[in-house]
């Protein structure tokens, strides 16, 4: 046999009586008792309320059904039936997320995101990566991920950019004065009460959610925590 199979045939024969032997202490090994209870410590999750009110005017964009139905029916192949006359009034309230039994919200990740980015101007105090996983912000309908918005809304139209350049009218939903109340889970472990607020006042004046908002160059959606 040539010196190279030898020595491959040597290197298998190796590997598996190794194998063999792993397997072999395995089986050996004495079974755990019925009796011993693993003990997991316990994280100290807490749940405060932030309550928000908006210093400039909130700016809504929902996705309307009219604009998911274009989307699939292009991803889908389906024909055209060619652009559509605009309708002022729907296109304001399909850029509203309604509220179930009545109002209107803003989702809850737009919030949380909104204080993840503004942890780039708190130094180094905390990480986006570690604030993503200190605190969560609980939506008051988690079926719709809705914050519940105190006010009313109107209809506001703005010349914008789209596709390559061409101007168009956008009529979108604009709350002033507006207010909500977030309800926040952290772990207190990660980050107090106190840095929390911190972190959410932030964000209302760096950051801001909505449409035009302070991340975007906008001036739009920006908010505070209450002084309680």
Not at 101 to 129: E, M, N, Q
Not at 173 to 180: D, E, K, L, R, T
């Amino acid at each position: 046999m040539p010196a190279k199979a030898k020595t491959e045939v040597g290197v298998n024969n190796g590997q598996a009586n190794r194998a063999a032997a792993h397997l072999e202490a395995m089986e050996t090994l004495p079974p755990s008792s019925p009796g011993v209870q693993i003990k997991v410590p316990n994280l100290d999750l807490r749940l405060t309320y932030l309550p928000i009110v908006g210093v400039t005017p909130l700016i809504c964009h929902a996705w309307s059904e009219k604009a998911k139905k274009m989307i699939l029916d292009k991803q889908t192949g389906v024909a055209s039936t060619g652009r559509e006359h605009k309708n002022p009034e729907q296109d304001f309230r399909d850029s509203l997320y309604d509220f179930p039994g009545g109002g209107y919200g803003f989702p809850a990740v737009a919030f949380k995101a909104s204080a993840v980015s503004a942890c780039t101007s708190l130094g180094k105090s905390i990480t986006k990566v570690a604030a993503r996983q200190a605190f969560h912000v609980m939506a008051d309908d988690p079926k719709t991920g809705l914050v519940k918005i105190t006010g009313k809304p109107e209809m506001r139209d703005d010349m914008v950019r789209v596709g390559m350049g061409t101007a168009d009218i956008r009529f979108r939903g604009q709350f002033f004065p507006w207010s909500c109340k977030l309800g926040v889970r952290y772990n207190a472990r990660v980050l107090s009460i106190e840095q929390i607020a911190n972190i959410f006042n932030t964000a209302g004046f760096a950051v801001g959610v909505g449409e035009w908002r302070s991340e975007r160059d906008g001036e739009y959606g920006q908010f505070e925590v209450a002084s309680k």
